[in-house]
């Protein structure tokens, strides 16, 4: 039988929960992972998400987890995903105008994202993240996303758009950029470079209006940060990516069923890390963007 809320096992079939808190817990065990963020196409379509959070929880009670969500539904589940042990939560938001909302998201579910946000405030995630992709049409209401999370106490990330979308229309000629960004912020608030402590996080941190606010950039095509990259990826059906541009991937879920060691596992995940590329190219001749999109292999 499969596990609640899970399609059945089959050729594409998706890691169970047990699964999973498995693959985490070797990743964390054996391969030095110090943090875990379950990210999608979107995390909350998983109705053992809780079950999920609540294993890797009960065996590393220290270690920090998060989510990247779209917030849909959020506000219903937040507070049982605080429970079961979730830290923070990232939200991807791209703005809050409404029309341009429903527009860009073929659905009118801004006021459920809004109160996701909300709920996720309340049961304590902090800090809240926003992430924001800068497109031209995002770019012309950045100001007042930025307004709404400043007056929300929530932190805005902008992130570059990557070639990674579905469609298949990224173009660099096009792409807005983080200083295109910086400009437009720039006419409206008073912006403060804070220096990186962490070279392995992405965002290059502006305080706003003399702080303690903060919004945060993420360059990760102008100024990619892929030689502090540290991250692996595991997909949902259990394969492990060593770079978002990478279309390599390396079958552990097969493994797994086949009943291998923990210590083999580790091995296998290592060794397809190995395979990490040095960074992803973009504006290089002979660039070509992965087979999937970002919202197949998760952010
Ligand atoms: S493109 Fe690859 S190497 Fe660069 S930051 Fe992303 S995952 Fe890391």
Known sequence: MPEEGLP?????????ASEIVRLVDIAVRHLGIREVRFTGGEPLVRRDLEKIIAGCRQLHSR??????????????????????????????????DRDLFTRLTRRERLSSVLAG?????????TPVKVNAVLTADTLTTAVELLEWCLAENVYLRSIEQMPLDAERTWNRADAVTADDLLSVLQRR???????RIDRSAPAEEW???????RVGIITSVTRAF???CDRTRLTAEGMIR??????????????????VSDKELAQAWRD????????????????????????????
């Open 63 to 96: 270690l920090p987890l998060s989510i990247t969500t779209n917030a849909i539904g959020l506000d219903r589940r937040a507070g049982r995903l605080a429970e079961a042990g979730l830290d923070r939560v990232n939200i991807s938001l791209d703005t809050i």
């Open 117 to 125: 946000i909300r709920a996720a405030r309340l049961h304590g995630f």
């Open 189 to 195: 608030f008073r912006l403060t470079a804070h220096s």
């Open 272 to 299: 397809a890390m190995w395979r990490k590329p040095f960074g992803h190219e973009i504006g290089n001749a002979g660039f070509t963007p992965p087979v999937r999109s970002m919202g197949a292999i998760g952010g």
């Open 226 to 228: 892929c030689a502090d």
């Open 207 to 213: 305080a706003v209006n003399g702080g303690p606010a």
């Open 8 to 16: 059945p096992i089959g050729s594409h079939a998706q890691l169970t």
């Open 242 to 259: 060593p770079c978002l541009f990478s279309d390599t991937e390396t079958d552990l879920r097969s493994a797994l069923r086949a009943g």
